[in-house]
């Protein structure tokens, strides 16, 4: 096995993971088949998460990266801030639609969390996450247009992880596309409603 810096390791370990838990679900993941699945041996998973929680917050700190990597690109300046705004909502929904086994999961994650006794905290920073990741974007969007929120940041941010998670659940459910990016339509123009350009 190749040596290889012990962040890397992590990351390896993290994906693999994530691909283990949608496959198999969070109870029936096992360290033994996330080693397995990165092709490491069981210490090695040892050395890089001292613990489940540490595994289970690394895997859902990921998963939203993947979501922010790919609408982070997507909020550069577009003619209007009304296509700005769609296009970042665009990028998250393509992403949700691409990959539904990883935002199925994130759901199953928090679930898991909030019935095990100790681990009631991931559930809480999941979704702490996803409201400083609206934060974060809604700050790009600022610096790159020069929008700015008529309602605190935090507010608007906690509004758009509420917004997005429900209909994401809505659609791994119901499996409407097209109702999905209607809402997305709506929801869109809101959020341009509630900036001042």
């Not at 998460?49 to 859902?60: G, N």
């Not at 759901?107 to 991931?122: D, I, M, V």
């Not at 700050?139 to 008529?150: E, F, H, I, N, S």
Request: hydrophobic share 45%; charged share 25%.
């Amino acid at each position: 096995m190749a040596r290889m810096p012990s962040a890397e390791r992590r990351t390896q370990l993290t994906e693999a993971a994530i691909r283990a838990m949608t496959r198999d679900g969070v109870a029936r993941t096992t360290t033994r088949s996330i080693a397995a699945e990165a092709r490491v041996s069981l210490s090695v998973f040892h050395y890089c998460f001292d613990s489940k929680q540490a595994l289970l917050e690394a895997v859902i700190e990921a998963i939203t990266a993947h979501c922010l990597t790919v609408v982070r690109e997507a909020i550069r300046p577009k003619p209007t801030l009304r296509e700005t705004i769609r296009a970042g909502f665009q990028a998250y929904w393509d992403h949700v639609c691409a990959q539904p086994g990883e935002h199925m999961l994130t759901y199953e994650l928090t679930q898991y969390a909030l019935r095990q006794p100790g681990f009631e905290h991931l559930a809480r920073r999941q979704y702490a996450l996803y409201r400083d990741t609206y934060a974060e974007l809604i700050r790009q969007l600022g610096r790159d247009t020069g929008a700015v929120p008529r309602v605190p940041v935090g507010v608007l941010a906690g509004y758009l992880a509420a917004m997005t998670d429900g209909l994401t659940l809505a659609l791994l459910v119901l499996g409407d596309e097209k109702g999905a990016a209607e809402i997305l339509d709506v929801i869109t123009d809101h959020v341009e409603g509630l900036m001042d350009a």
